[in-house]
């Protein structure tokens, strides 16, 4: 088990693809957190009968935020043009309400409309309204979601934001690109080598990760929309671990073209490649800070696996993890008061841990023994990693308190390397 992955590759020819496809999840939530909005979600009128069930998603997206609980409507009939009385649905135990409805337009699209109440102060929150093509329900339902979390909440939602994973099913990798529940996914690449470290451009309009194709590791960059890419570090040795910085402009990468591995900054489209760190050691998984200007990685400088730091051109390096002698994976939450990272128990177990970074204070938020990868939600209030349960390798995000969890179970085999992508879209 080496530091720089603890997954093992198989090596068969290579091969691509690229098409649609529904990656089917399963999602089991589990916890109680210590505040959780009551609210309603009533089924849409006219939603039976199509592909997907909006009101459902948009259910399951709040209750897996852990802000949210949902509350049984009751089969009580109403959509976004009712007058809903406060005080019954108050008496349901729901300080919110929220209601809607779905009807063909001519042109064959689906008009999504729905309503917002606080049934608390007796408000209208408002409501939007979308004309979307079948196959888009999910993003409107999410985006549904994300005005419902914003309104209640005050913070902007993730539901609408995708992620990125891979799975390993038959020796055949597969980076997949999905919505933030893992459903409605897409072929990115795929490849009979192995797939790793995908790291979404700060616009999320492009993907950059390794792959084995050519019998070596090389990092390549892949446009999400077009499916255009281009080996943007190809050096002789081994290429890896890419990080965007915060503006785009710049991949930090782990090279081995001078001997061992070492940081290295390169312009995004792999030209005037600068070394950044000059070591006898192993210096690997670079991470900006949400501000750019400084560098997190990990090296066994130390002797042993642990996180450090320095400013994003090179300069004094600090360390950061001292809990514990291996500590790898570092993730910077995007507003910059968090880190997440593994670290290895002294029972043998790899587990999830996080940082406040003002404090040095660390909690452990996970209770697998598995935890790879983890990367925060672009609202920086949920943590999502790859780990095993029920004897898979599977997905998992967790509130920062580590009391919310949602697994997510996938057909399509065993699911790695998730990647949660900003806002953009």
Do not use: C
Not at 81 to 108: I, K, M, N, Q
Not at 356 to 377: L, N, Q, W, Y
């Amino acid at each position: 088990m080496s530091m720089l992955s603890r997954r093992n590759f198989l090596t068969v020819p290579a091969a691509f693809a690229a098409m649609p496809a529904l990656a089917q999840f399963r999602v089991d939530i589990s916890g109680v957190g210590a505040r959780q909005f009551p609210i309603a979600i009533a089924p849409f009128r006219g939603e039976a009968g199509w592909t997907q069930q909006v009101s459902a998603i948009i259910r399951a997206d709040l209750e897996r935020s852990g802000q949210f609980r949902g509350v049984d409507t009751g089969g009580v009939a109403v959509d976004e043009t009712a007058r809903p009385v406060a005080t019954e649905w108050r008496g349901r135990g729901a300080d919110a309400l929220a209601a809607g409805s779905l009807s063909r337009l001519a042109d064959g699209r689906v008009d999504v409309r729905f309503r917002l109440w606080d049934t608390v102060r007796g408000q209208d929150l408002g409501g939007q309204a979308y004309a979307v093509v079948e196959a888009d329900l999910r993003l409107a339902a999410h985006r549904i979601a994300d005005y419902i979390y914003e309104k209640i909440t005050g913070e902007k939602g993730v539901f609408a934001t995708r992620i990125a994973y891979v799975t390993k099913s038959a020796q055949r990798h597969t980076l997949w690109v999905a919505d933030s529940d893992g459903e409605g996914a897409q072929v990115a690449l795929a490849s009979a080598e192995p797939i790793i470290s995908p790291a979404w451009s700060p616009n999320g309009s492009e993907l950059a990760y390794v792959s084995f194709e050519t019998k070596k590791p090389v990092v390549y960059s892949q446009e999400i929309a077009s499916g255009k890419r281009s080996a943007v570090a190809a050096f002789k040795g081994s290429n890896s671990a890419p990080a965007w910085s915060p503006d785009g402009s710049q991949l930090a990468v782990v090279l081995t073209r001078e001997g061992g591995s070492q940081l290295y900054l390169m312009n995004r489209n792999g030209e005037n490649v600068r070394r950044l760190t000059s070591s006898s050691s192993i210096d690997t998984e670079p991470v900006f800070s949400a501000d750019g200007k400084q560098l997190y990685f990990v090296s066994d400088r130390g002797g042993s696996p642990q996180i450090y730091r320095m400013p994003a051109g090179g300069g004094n390096i600090e360390r950061v993890t001292f809990n514990g002698s291996y500590n790898v994976s570092p993730a910077v939450s995007p507003d910059g008061r968090w880190l997440a990272y593994v670290t290895r128990d002294g029972g043998g177990a790899f587990r999830v841990q996080l940082m406040e970074m003002a404090s040095g204070t660390v909690t452990t938020i996970s209770d697998t023994r598995d935890d790879e990868s983890p990367s925060f939600a672009p609202n920086s209030r949920l943590v999502l990693f790859a780990t095993r349960a029920q004897g898979r390798d599977v997905l998992m995000t967790s509130t920062l308190d580590g009391k919310i969890k949602a697994t997510l179970l996938s057909n399509r085999g065993d699911v790695r390397e998730p990647m949660w992508g900003p806002y953009a879209r």
